[in-house]
């Protein structure tokens, strides 16, 4: 069965700062990987997604991701945040073809101070 | 707006009662996903469906659950007797499946509340 684990709960990091987010997940067959932002009493957005290709992954807001199958990681960077950037960011995961049900991590609330 | 909507986003309800949660996907999305998120956690799958079928519940979707999408466009999450248990965000997303994978499109969701 597919899991993912962010192993980061909070981040705390000055605004203008560079910020990595950490997922890592586990499955026994090839994945669809995706990183969602929730904003507070807001649904969740997509920032980016992994479906094959480039394993350097650009998405909306400056965030851009890394995957590493070898690793079973797809972290999260940017390299300079901003106030606005303060939310919760979840990882996913789905396996296989079409639109399957995602999988989320418990989620890494992102503080940023100004 | 054409974004998923769901309706009410909140609820409170006392232990016992049911309630039916609504949501309306983007207008040519087949594919409607039901999921459950509680404090400090990621959202984790209760079920979906393509059209009107439903094609997965997860084991998290107890029998007192029950979800239908009768015309293939939008869907009611009903729990009976709720539990305090059952405090959580409800959320739906839909998508369209059209070969490939396509981004699963959120909706704000409701928030139970069992007193």
């Known amino acids: 069965a597919q899991s993912v684990t962010q192993l980061d709960s909070q981040v705390p990091v000055f605004e203008e700062a560079p910020v990595e987010l950490r997922c890592n997940y586990s499955s026994s067959v090839s994945v669809y990987l995706f990183w969602y932002v929730q904003y507070p009493n807001q649904g969740l957005q997509l920032l980016l997604k992994y479906l094959s290709g480039s394993t350097l992954v650009k998405g909306i807001n400056g965030f851009e991701a890394e995957f590493n199958k070898s690793q079973t990681s797809f972290h999260l960077r940017k390299p300079s945040v901003h106030i606005s950037d303060t939310a919760e960011y979840f990882c996913a995961v789905s396996e296989g073809l079409g639109n399957t049900p995602l999988v989320f991590g418990k989620g890494t609330r992102l503080s940023v101070i100004a | 707006d054409t974004g998923v909507s769901q309706n009410p986003r909140h609820k409170i309800t006392k232990r016992g009662q049911n309630v039916t949660f609504r949501c309306d996907p983007i207008?040519?999305?087949?594919?409607l996903y039901w999921y459950r998120q509680t404090l400090g956690q990621g959202p984790e799958f209760l079920t979906y469906f393509q059209n009107e079928a439903q094609l997965e519940k997860s084991r998290l979707l107890s029998d007192r659950f029950s979800a239908e999408r009768p015309k293939g466009s939008f869907s009611t999450l009903e729990i009976q007797r709720t539990e305090q248990g059952d405090s959580a965000m409800y959320l739906c997303?839909?998508?369209?499946?059209?070969?490939?994978?396509?981004?699963?499109?959120f909706g704000p969701g409701t928030r139970l509340t069992v007193l």
């Open positions: 207008s040519e999305h087949n594919r």
């Open positions: 997303a839909s998508s369209l499946e059209a070969g490939g994978h396509n981004e699963q499109f």
